[in-house]
């Protein structure tokens, strides 16, 4: 494909020769017309001469003298010819073989002039003619012809479109030579980029655009680039954290499960014991499946999360189920249950469920014994939303920032046990809010946390009915 630089130097040099091309036919037009006017105003002043000279006298004149002065006035124009005739065709002074051609069908009118340029044998000629009706001194009805030969013209007009073309040719390399040099240096900035985005590696994608160094039709460009390294640095970032967190996450599980075989064959046990061991290896192994599936599920999130089935969900009811099946463990950790309000949105009921599952068991492990957990629905004109408020200690402003991040967890101890969370229940719940059109967040302060699960009541941005995603 032809490069840019070569495409602006090709049309700058396009437009140079139609600007010299006009300008040349310009001059050449120009001079041309100049010619012909001198030649014309020249004409009419001999013919004016050759008016006085026949006004001199009455008839009859004498011819010899008349033509005396005619040649000497001839004579002092090298390339003028005269021809005077009477009315009937008589010739009564001829210098050449001077021959102007009326217009057809058009015959002389007295005292108008007529101008014309015509070719006889080669030679070209510019000429005046006129009729004199009043009488004069060559008798009554005269008809006077004066022409200039143009081959002079000619010639020099030859000459100087030639030159021309060499200036024209000259001046358009030099304007094609310019213009690569003005398009090399006006595209410098671009070049620039290039270097800066070639040095962008997985390694450093720190690397930005100078967008003070760049002309404004590109900065906006510019810009954009900046902001899609902006989009691929946290990208790789988050990446690399997400391997580094799966790897920490799954070698404490496959760490316990190896020593703890190591530990049972390393001597002959009984029955009861090999089946105690057994047993806690399948709570480490259905451990690592939940966490499997979760990450599978994010995965399909990062590339859009589509929804099994679209139905109208009634969230009062589902929180109410979800309380029945928390109630025990509410009831062990001396938690009270709340809920308040109405509403209903329009998605999967497995993945919602999903979502204030996550939320509410999230509410009932950070309770202070003794606490309270609110559930509060909201409907407003498009939306609903579900805030699951407990009581217990206030977040920090740094967990925040992260608390929806994969494998994130706001105790830095990273024990494992039966009950930890994973770290995935948060980011889950917030890619199953994005994928029916919503969001969720969180707040935290004065001993309380409430995290609002915002869902679109009608089908916003989803599938149809008539058509289940598979």
């Avoid at 530990?263 to 499946?289: P, W």
Wanted: glycine share 6%.
């Amino acid at each position: 494909m032809m490069s840019l630089t070569l495409r602006l130097t090709l049309l700058f040099s396009l437009v140079s020769v139609c600007i010299l091309a006009g300008l040349g036919l310009l001059i050449q037009r120009s001079v041309e017309n100049h010619f012909a006017t001198e030649d014309f105003a020249e004409i009419e002043d001999k013919l004016n001469q050759v008016i006085s000279i026949l006004n001199q006298g009455p008839p009859p004149v004498d011819k010899d003298a008349m033509a005396a002065v005619l040649n000497e006035l001839v004579l002092s124009h090298s390339y003028l010819e005269l021809h005077i005739k009477s009315s009937s065709g008589q010739t009564l002074f001829a210098s050449g073989p001077l021959s102007f051609p009326l217009p057809a069908g058009e015959s002389l009118q007295p005292g108008k002039r007529y101008r014309a340029e015509w070719s006889s044998q080669d030679t070209g000629y510019r000429g005046i003619t006129l009729l004199l009706s009043e009488a004069t001194s060559a008798g009554q009805g005269v008809i006077i012809t004066g022409g200039i030969e143009t081959t002079r013209h000619t010639l020099f007009m030859q000459t100087f479109a030639a030159q021309l073309l060499t200036f024209m040719l000259l001046a358009t390399l030099l304007s094609t030579l310019l213009g690569w040099l003005a398009v090399r240096k006006g595209l410098a900035p671009l070049r620039l980029i290039k270097a800066r985005a070639r040095a962008v590696t997985a390694e450093r994608l720190d690397q930005r655009l100078p967008l003070e160094s760049v002309p404004t039709e590109i900065s906006d460009l510019g810009l954009e680039l900046n902001r899609m390294l902006d989009r691929l640095e946290e990208s790789f970032n988050r990446l690399a954290h997400f391997s580094s967190d799966i790897a920490h996450e799954l070698r404490t599980p496959l760490s316990n499960l190896m020593t703890q075989t190591q530990v049972s064959l390393s001597q002959s046990r009984t029955c009861e014991e090999y089946s105690d061991i057994l047993a806690s290896n399948l709570e480490e192994f259905e451990r690592l499946s939940r966490m499997i599936s979760d990450m599978l599920f994010l995965a399909k999130a990062d590339n859009g999360l589509q929804l099994p089935s679209t139905d109208r969900v009634d969230l009062a009811q589902e929180v109410g189920k979800l309380f029945d099946f928390y109630e025990a463990l509410a009831e062990d950790r001396q938690v009270t249950l709340t809920q308040q309000g109405q509403g209903s949105t329009c998605g999967d009921r497995l993945m919602i469920d999903r979502a204030l599952g996550n939320l509410i068991s999230n509410a009932v492990r950070h309770t202070l014994p003794g606490g309270l957990i609110r559930v509060e629905i909201q409907t407003d004109e498009d939306q609903v939303r579900v805030n699951v408020c407990n009581q217990g200690s206030p977040i920090s402003e740094h967990d925040l920032r992260y608390i929806f991040d994969r494998f994130y967890r706001c105790d830095p101890a990273r024990s494992h046990g039966l009950t930890e969370s994973t770290g995935l229940g948060l980011p889950i719940t917030r890619a199953i809010a994005r994928a029916h059109g919503g969001d969720v967040s969180v707040c935290s302060g004065n001993a309380e946390t409430c995290f609002t699960l915002i869902l679109p009541i009608h089908r916003q941005g989803m599938p149809n009915e008539e058509t289940a995603i598979r």
